[in-house]
């Protein structure tokens, strides 16, 4: 279990972002500590606010008088409301906090069911709560915690992130926003790609697309990025999600900034020699498209095939996950174009190519993490899109959920002097 401590000055912004969980049904008030019940069991943001007046018009001279606390097992724990209540009041004893009012919230809206804690750390005195190595004292609680009820231990769970499967979007599962978030936000972290066309055939190995839209502002013209969710098929399955949703790495401005180092960076890649070896030998040694795929997803490479409704190939793709780059065809080599696929897979033309012997596997040192580590393939057919290769490369994301990491960035931003 890991816990995180938010210290900020917003009461009543830490209230609203849990209460407003509690009124769209994505979460529950579990319990609360010296604050008093309402006679129908419902509550709003103002009741709650007004319980912590006292406590913060007595404040001497805290800056950062708010504490917003979320305690997160790890997914695979079940753990009852009862077990969540417990281990609360357990937590906030041993961290000085049970004289001390506060709330505790559940969130159900993500798979990893988590708790989430408000409080202040200003007493009825007007005096603050000391908070001396509150980090370490945590860390304490937190561990006997896990041993007490049978949880996976975080230090474990830390040591297996690389190990975690990335998962492509699924809009059954709801929540979308969070889902499209937990992959935009890293995949410029991870790869390297120097057009949009790259980006989204990156993106549609986890059901993704996102589209330029333009428009006007005050009499001037502005241009922007949506993303929207896919289903298996390719097929769209969600309302389009502004760029901004997901922070400012994802907008269209920075991801140009991002295609123009690539482009530079790319040009010295001494996979980029390897990976067009290994193109050519599947050319030479395969009859079909899907052998052709199969075989380069068995070498950590996914195809992606853009075709007309003719079926006419115009464009070819080929992602790279050993080196991480992502490639069209005619930047390996003009023989590699969609020109050329296309005469053979519907023409029956196969390309005469000069093999320069079996390709070497070679990895980029992006983070000095072992390539059998980062992926997993699996050889099935997934969609039309892709066919073949989900795959795990990027540290555990699905189950963060994106607006708590927003709310938390948010009360970070306004630094005082004193805590």
């Known amino acids: 279990m890991i816990a995180k401590i938010g210290k900020g000055s917003n009461m009543y912004g830490a209230i609203l972002y849990n209460q407003q969980k509690v009124d769209k049904e994505n979460g529950a008030v579990l319990l609360l500590n010296k604050i008093p ?4 069991g419902k509550y709003s943001v103002a009741y709650f606010n007004k319980c912590f007046e006292p406590y913060l018009s007595a404040n001497i001279k805290t800056e950062k008088t708010v504490r917003h606390i979320s305690l997160n097992p790890d997914p695979k724990d079940e753990v009852s409301d009862e077990q969540f209540t417990e281990m609360a009041r357990v937590y ?7 004289s001390q009012p506060y709330i505790v919230f559940k969130h159900t809206d993500i798979d990893r069911r988590h708790i989430h804690i408000v409080s202040t750390c200003v007493g009825i005195d007007g005096k603050k709560i000391p908070d001396d190595y509150d980090h370490p004292r945590s860390m304490a609680i937190c561990r006997d915690l896990e041993q007490k009820y049978n949880l996976h ?9 690389a190990n975690k499967v990335f998962k492509p979007v699924n809009h059954k599962n709801g929540d979308i926003k ?8 890293y995949l410029p972290k991870y790869y390297s790609f120097s057009t949009k066309g790259n980006y989204n055939a990156l993106l549609s190995l986890f059901n993704i697309t996102v589209e330029e839209v333009k428009g006007e502002r005050n009499g001037q013209p502005v241009n922007g990025l949506v993303y929207v969710a896919l289903d298996e098929n390719g097929n769209k399955v969600s309302n389009p999600f502004k760029a901004s949703l997901f922070g400012k790495d994802a907008g269209i401005a920075q991801l140009q900034k991002y295609f123009e180092q ?22 030479h040694t395969t ?22 409704e003719s079926g006419r190939i115009y ?11 992502v490639w069209n065809g005619s930047q390996l080599d003009r023989n590699l174009s969609a020109n050329g696929f296309n005469d053979w897979w519907n023409n029956g033309n196969k390309p005469e190519l000069k093999i320069q012997g079996s390709p070497v596997s070679k990895t980029n ?13 699996i050889s099935q057919e997934h969609s039309p899109n892709f066919d073949l290769g989900l795959f795990s490369l990027l540290p555990e994301a699905q189950g963060e959920d994106y607006e708590e990491e927003q709310f938390a960035n948010r009360m970070k931003k306004k630094k005082g002097k004193k805590l």
């Open 315 to 325: 464009g070819i793709t080929f992602i790279d996950h050993r080196s991480r780059s």
């Open 37 to 40: 019940d309402t006679v129908d």
């Open 92 to 98: 906030m004893e041993r961290m000085g906090y049970d």
């Open 262 to 283: 690539s482009k530079e960076k790319m040009k010295t890649y001494p996979s980029r020699s390897v990976l067009k070896n290994t193109i050519e030998l599947a050319i």
């Open 153 to 161: 231990k975080a230090t474990e769970q830390e040591q297996k992130q």
């Open 365 to 377: 040192t992006l983070d000095n993490l072992p390539t059998k580590d980062l992926f997993e393939f």
């Open 178 to 185: 969070s889902q499209i978030a937990s992959v935009v936000r």
């Open 287 to 308: 009859n079909n498209e899907k052998e052709f795929k199969k075989q380069l997803a068995e070498q950590g490479i996914n195809t992606i095939v853009r075709k007309n």
